[in-house]
Each structure stands twice: as C-alpha cells, then as structure tokens.
C-alpha cells in the first residue's frame, strides 16, 4: 500500500478459515520509500505462530536500492539480513522458496540492473541455516537482459531457479544446483513472459518432479510443462489456459504441504469472450495432468496483483486470494465452496490501482482513480531517460486505458530493451516494468 509518499507492506492473519483477517506485520522502507518487489513464505508444520519469511527489495532516497531477508515471528522477534554485495545493490526484482522442515533451507532468486551495459543480470542466493549465513551463485547468464525471475526447493537441498532470457530467444530457462541449466519452452523466438516453477517437495532427487508455467505469445496465453527427472530433461510444452477466444497471463502455481500428495496448484488470469475472471485446477494423482479447469468466483481482478493460490491436501481445502478489479477489495476465496469470499479491511482511503500488459504486440495500460485527480504516466528507459510523457492532465473518477505503441516523444519507435512506465497520482507513485522486443 501507498500513503503519504511511502510504500508499507502488510502481513495479515486469520485463524478463522478466512472469515476475519488481523494485521499482524507490518513494515516499509522509510520516507519516501518504494517497495519494489517482495515474496513471503510460512515456517511449514507450525500452526501457532510460525516464522514468516520475507525477502524483500526497495529503493529509498538516501540510500539507492536495497535487498533484505527477514525472518520475522510476529510479537516474537524478528532478524534482518542485508545483501550488501554489488550484484545486488541495484535489485528489483525478487523470488523464494524454503523446503518444509525446521531451520529450513531457502533460495532466493533475483534481477538486478547492470549499469555498465544498460542492462539486467540474474542472481540466486541460498541459506542452509535459516538464514543467517547464504551462499551466493550467479550471474546465470554469459549475455545479458534476463526478466522476471522464481524459485522453488525440495526437502533435500535441492533448488532451481527460473528466469526469461529476452536476450536469448525469450526462452523460459531454469538453473539448478543439481540439474545446471536447462529451458522449460521451447527455443523458438517468441514473447515470454510471468515464469512460474514449482517441484515436488518430498520426492528424493532425482526422482522429484518439477513443473513449470509461462506466458506466451502476443494474444497472450498460459503454457506448461514438467520434468519427471528433477529437472534434467522436459517434455514438451502445452498450452494450460482454457479453450476458447480468450486471453490468459498472470500465472500462479503452489504445491500444498501434504507429503502423502505432494502435488500443485494453478491459476492465471483470463479475459475476452464471456470471461474475464480466474481460471484454476488441481493437479491430478498421476503428477503430471490437471483436473478440469474452473471459474471459482464470478468476480473480475486487476493484473496489478497476480492472483495468488495455495492448496491444502491435508484438508482438501484451495484457496484463492486476489484483488478485485476497480476497488480497494483484497479477497480471499475458498475454492471448494463456490464464491464463498471474505474481504480484508480496506487501508488506504483512496482506490487508485496501476496495471500494465503487453498484448497484440502495444502497451496496455489500466488504471482507476476513485476522485478526480492530475495523474502522469511517463515511460523511462534502463538509463533513467524519458523517452515518453503518455499523459500528464485531470483524469475524472473511474477506469482509464492507455496504450504505449513503443514511441518515443517525437513519435520514433524505440529500440528493443527495458523500459519502466511511471505512474504518479497525487497521493502515490508506482513504476512497472516491460519489455519491448
């Protein structure tokens, strides 16, 4: 959330299924500080009050670009970690795993802006004690320009870590401190993007199964696959979105925690034809074929925060949570009982929400304001240069749409890189990133 020129991150709880939600956490980077990505994981197999781990990236005025760990018990204690190496002064862009298991082991994973060449490379960090001391690998990749980034460990220390190669054919690839590196799409050169991975956690190395979801294409749909060897070779790539003439990005996938399961769970957001709401499945018992995919709510989200889902095997319970489109609305939704929905407190008194996708190769932008207010989006290159002012006037309460055609002011076409669209009310200021090929 965004109040008064700082961004603050919440944690909530519930210990009611969902029907009441208490904030139990709650931090920020300081004044004037931006947020710029964050994961956050649960100590498994506690109930009480377990750890919550939190990797966590922001940029203040003071001190540029930073990159923590934290282990937090709420009302307990809580224990900071600061990367201070130059690889990752200049992150924005983070993921984590931690395997199920007391003092666990963690990776994370993140893209870091390389000023020498105007462009991005790709890290990975991993802790065998919980935390306190990590061991660092990386950068990934001989050429640089690597978006978008995951991670995801098994019980026996072993991890893989997942990025978009936009230098390379925009290929899904993964690295593996057992496996090395190997692509989850195809090499052919195409738009990727929104790279999931997941593997089984209680399945020995080799043995484990990894799976791995993305975003393809232009008219933008979910693709998946999965490795049955923990991640040495992969099968081919299929499309996971729903039939029909509709869009499909934003993929989430999670595994429960049951070791007698061991299985995931996945969403994405679609649009177009008559939807325009959340697709979901279970994996079936044979780990590697989904259940038919489902609309479990009847309410439209905004991309502004990816859905995210979970499943507990234990108590056949999936669960949901996403931001509803339009309004300041964070639901939490039990899948198993169709649109039963419980909504958190709202926190800040304004609803103004960003989004920004690519589809049929433009720029879409979306955003909504709850009073009329001046509002300026502005696309900047790697380098900090304005390349273009899309608006800067009065917009009237409601939804908005704008399209970048990937010009520059003087209407130039830009050339192919990363770029970071500005988005500034007057109460808050937001930046996203994209890729124009």
Request: contains cysteine; proline residues 5%; charged residues 15%.
């Amino acid at each position: 959330c965004h109040s008064s020129g700082t961004d603050t991150l919440f944690i909530y709880k519930t210990t009611d299924h969902g029907y009441t939600w208490d904030v139990v956490y709650s931090m920020n980077p300081g004044s004037g500080g931006q947020l710029l990505d964050f994961d956050m994981k649960l100590e498994p197999f506690v109930t009480d009050n377990p750890n919550i781990y939190l990797i966590w990236a922001d940029s203040v005025p003071a001190s540029g670009y930073r990159l923590f760990f934290g282990a937090i018990q709420p009302g307990v204690t809580s224990i900071w970690y600061e990367f201070t190496d130059s690889d990752y002064d200049s992150t924005f862009q983070v993921a984590m795993d931690v395997e199920p298991d007391s003092n666990p082991f963690i990776v994370i994973s993140c893209i870091s802006l390389y000023y020498t060449a105007g462009e991005t490379q790709w890290y990975t960090a991993s802790s065998a004690d919980g935390g306190a001391v990590w061991d660092v690998y990386g950068p990934h990749t001989s050429s640089m320009g690597p978006m978008e980034v995951t991670a995801a460990c098994n019980d026996s220390d072993v991890f893989y870590v997942g990025s978009i190669y936009t230098q390379s054919s925009n290929r899904f690839r993964t690295w593996g401190n057992q496996s090395g590196f190997v692509n989850v799409s195809s090499a052919n050169d195409t738009v990727r993007y929104t790279p999931n991975i997941v593997t089984q956690k209680y399945h020995a190395y080799p043995s484990n199964y990894v799976y791995g979801l993305y975003t393809q294409g232009t008219d933008p749909r979910v693709y998946y696959n999965y490795s049955t060897d923990g991640g040495a070779n992969w099968q081919t790539p299929a499309i996971w979105s729903m039939s029909g003439d509709v869009y499909s990005n934003n993929p989430n996938m999670r595994l429960g925690w049951d070791m007698t399961v061991d299985r995931p769970a996945a969403c994405c957001y679609i649009e177009g034809g008559s939807f325009d709401s959340l697709v979901a499945a279970l994996m079936t018992s044979d780990y590697y074929s989904w259940d038919g995919r489902i609309i479990p709510n009847d309410y439209n989200l905004t991309t502004t925060m990816p859905a995210q889902i979970n499943a507990s095997m234990v108590h056949n319970g999936r669960f949901l949570i996403y931001r509803e489109y339009n309004v300041n609305n964070i639901w939490f939704d039990r899948w198993d009982h169709y649109n039963q929905v419980e909504e958190t407190p709202n926190i800040l008194p304004d609803a103004n929400f960003f989004s920004v996708f690519q589809s049929s190769g433009i720029i879409q932008i979306r955003f909504s304001t709850p009073t009329n207010q001046q509002i300026k989006i502005e696309v900047y290159d790697i380098l900090g240069r304005n390349i273009n002012t899309l608006a800067e006037r009065n917009f009237s309460a409601g939804e908005h749409n704008l399209e970048w055609n990937m010009t520059g002011n003087n209407g130039e076409k830009v050339v192919a890189g990363t770029y970071f669209i500005n988005f500034t009310t007057e109460t808050r200021k937001e930046t996203k990133s994209v890729q124009v090929f």
